[in-house]
């Protein structure tokens, strides 16, 4: 424990934790502790002996040594009374571990395997509901990203943010790292900062705290306070601090960000209030209280993390037009699916991905009209028919064998389009408002649990079962490859831009096109419909007319940059260049740097762009572009 700082307080009961009516659940509704939870291959606990159902942290953020210190406080129930507490930690140094009486308790550190880290056993007194785990990080915590002042917008300040999915929040809290596992959670977190002279920013020494939980402010102690009472899974514990502005969107939603694009940032996501009242509408009530989003620096690895009550999301977002906000559309969705009714392992992923993009895109038509979310349905299934051509069999499966496999190996379209379209497959059976009438029941009776994909696979027989008599469930979810049955769509705005593309390529010029109206998904479907054999001097033609390479669109501008790759197209080398040592988003990363590998020169020139740029990107982009270049660390 940090000197100084008194103990956490306890603010949800141990062993049952009471969902308030805040929540919509039914007043006196309770997650109890006594459902078996599913073994996860990918935890060393076990849950079903002894079970962490509330953590409070008190924690210190150390800007200069770049570690998290403090200790957490572990509240448990104990359905076998003389068994050992069993967390997951990795790379964490455990300074001491004592009972409720505060006296040290037995503990041992097995070995650390380099991807799920090591089990901390704590041998238990009779009668202990409570431990505290004091620690502190290592220096190579993976969760955690400290970026230099020169990383963010502002420049005079530092940042730091957590990234928890999915095996990592165990490098930052030693606690039963699975998504079976649900916990309440509070916490009380210091800053050790001291700013440069005349730095102000957005707190006392120039930092604003945030967490995924409900904001409860700044004490008198200096120190920030967080309380989540609903039960969430460890990957959904986040973390961010920096110099952050605040700018309200409506009572229940508003945008964190840094000063200097706060109010760029607010009118870019300012439909949020609509789609929360949308989702609400088509699933039943949102349960979490406030939905705000914080515009994080540009390593963030993903386009945005669900984590409740606050998304984290990229700034490559944020193109000027709001063209982008499907992905806040996704990371709300995720509010009912993923967040309220979670994967219990990652081989049942595609719980929460293919859920949230079936209902992103009921919430885009519900918004934004059924054209716009008919043409992000299309350019999907696009994608996803390019990526089963390269994926082996066994990672097409929805209900994916990830034993002894990383659980990032499962990463791919498949959990979540291949999941949305056995969805979508099984609406166009039984049609939308008896679908509709199902997913309400199926969110509220799983609301605030764990599932495993069997089962799901029994609530359908039982309560959809004209569709599972109609629809090949089990070829759906455990074969490889898409079924016959798949659903296709059509969109006319697509269509007018194959016409346009046909005409280009037939010999009329691009100037004469008539794209004044296009939007970014007509632009992408324009893009990723041109031939393998365009070369260099079309792609020339294509610039000059639309100034692709000065896109501030993102996804344009990484469909562009992976298309001047691919055709030797030079004068985009700059963009290129600029691109990787500024975006830390894997979705862009990886399709270029695959590109740029495909020939010698490339590779040379990716490498060496790759040893400048590593240390910007977040751990979850460097170990896949590790592996797509071979990277060991010395250049290749």
Not at 45 to 57: E, G, K, Q, Y
Not at 178 to 189: H, L, M, N
Not at 444 to 465: G, K, N, Q, V
Not at 498 to 518: N, V
């Amino acid at each position: 424990m940090l000197s100084g700082m008194p103990p956490p307080r306890l603010l949800v009961p141990a062993v049952v934790v009471a969902v308030s009516a805040a929540s919509g659940l039914a007043a006196g509704r309770s997650v109890e502790t006594s459902e078996a939870i599913p073994m996860d291959p990918h935890s060393h606990a076990d849950p079903n002996r002894v079970r962490v159902t509330h953590v409070a942290l008190d924690l210190e953020l150390d800007f200069a040594a770049r570690r998290v210190a403090g200790r957490v406080e572990l509240s448990l129930a104990r359905p076998d009374a003389g068994a050992p507490l069993v967390l997951d930690v990795q790379g964490l140094e455990i300074e001491a571990v004592t009972g409720p009486d505060g006296r040290p308790r037995e503990f041992e550190l097995g070995p650390e395997d380099p991807t799920l880290g090591g089990a901390l056993t704590v041998a238990l007194a009779p009668g202990d509901e409570l431990v505290a785990v004091a620690y502190r990080t290592g220096p190579g915590a993976e969760a955690l990203q400290w970026l230099d002042p020169e990383q963010t917008a502002g420049g005079r300040h530092p940042f730091l943010y957590t990234q928890g999915q999915a095996v990592l929040t165990r490098t930052w809290i030693p606690l039963q790292d699975t998504p079976g596992v649900r916990t309440t959670y509070e916490a009380r977190v210091a800053v050790a900062y001291d700013p440069p002279a005349g730095a102000a920013g957005s707190g006392d020494d120039g930092l604003t705290v945030v967490m995924s939980a409900e904001q409860l402010g700044r004490g008198e102690d200096g120190a920030w306070r967080f309380r989540m009472p609903q039960p969430i899974p460890s990957y959904l514990i986040a973390l961010a601090a920096g110099d952050l502005a605040f700018e309200p969107i409506s009572a229940r939603s508003g945008v964190y960000a840094e000063p200097s694009i706060v109010q760029g940032a607010r009118d870019e996501l300012v439909d949020t209030e609509a789609m929360i009242a949308a989702a609400e509408e088509l699933f039943g009530p949102y349960r979490w209280g406030r939905y705000d989003v914080i515009v994080l620096p540009p390593a963030f690895p993903y386009g945005g993390m669900e984590n409740p009550r606050l998304t984290f999301a990229t700034p490559t977002i944020l193109a000027g037009d709001r063209s982008l906000v499907a992905l806040v559309a996704h990371e709300l969705a995720h509010s009912w699916s993923g967040n309220l009714v979670t994967n219990a392992t990652w081989s049942d992923f595609w719980l929460n991905e293919g859920f949230t993009v079936y209902l992103e895109k009921r919430i885009m038509e519900a918004v934004f009209g059924e054209e716009r979310a008919r043409m992000e349905i299309l350019l999907e299934r696009d994608a996803l028919e390019k990526e089963l051509a390269e994926l082996d069999a066994r990672d097409q499966v929805l209900d994916i064998d990830l034993v002894g496999r990383h659980p990032d190996d499962g990463f791919s379209g498949v959990p979540y389009d291949k999941g949305a379209l056995f969805l979508r497959r099984l609406e166009q059976e039984v049609g939308r408002e008896v679908f509709d009438a199902f997913l309400l029941r199926y969110f509220d009776e799983h609301a605030f649990r764990s599932i495993r994909t069997a089962d799901f696979e029994a609530y359908l027989a039982e309560h959809l079962p004209a569709a599972a008599a109609e629809v090949d469930v089990r070829e759906w979810l455990h074969a490889p490859g898409l079924p016959e049955d798949a659903p296709r769509v059509r969109s006319e705005a697509l269509q007018v831009v194959d016409d346009a593309r046909a005409r280009w390529l037939a010999g009329e010029p691009a100037s004469a096109l008539d794209s004044g109206g296009w939007v970014t998904q007509q632009w992408l479907h324009f893009l990723e419909g041109l031939p393998d054999d365009l070369g260099a001097e079309r792609m020339a033609a294509l610039d000059d007319a639309f100034g692709f390479g000065e896109s501030g669109n993102s996804e344009i501008q990484c469909v562009w940059l992976r298309l001047a790759v691919q055709h030797g197209y030079g004068a985009a080398d700059a963009h290129l260049e600029e691109f990787l040592m500024t975006v830390g988003r894997r979705k862009y990363l990886s399709p270029l740097y695959k590109e740029l590998v495909k020939t010698e020169a490339g590779r040379a020139r990716a490498l060496e762009i790759y040893a400048r740029a590593r240390p910007r990107y977040h751990h979850v982009s460097a170990k896949t572009l590790d592996g797509i270049l071979g990277w060991d660390g010395q250049g290749g």
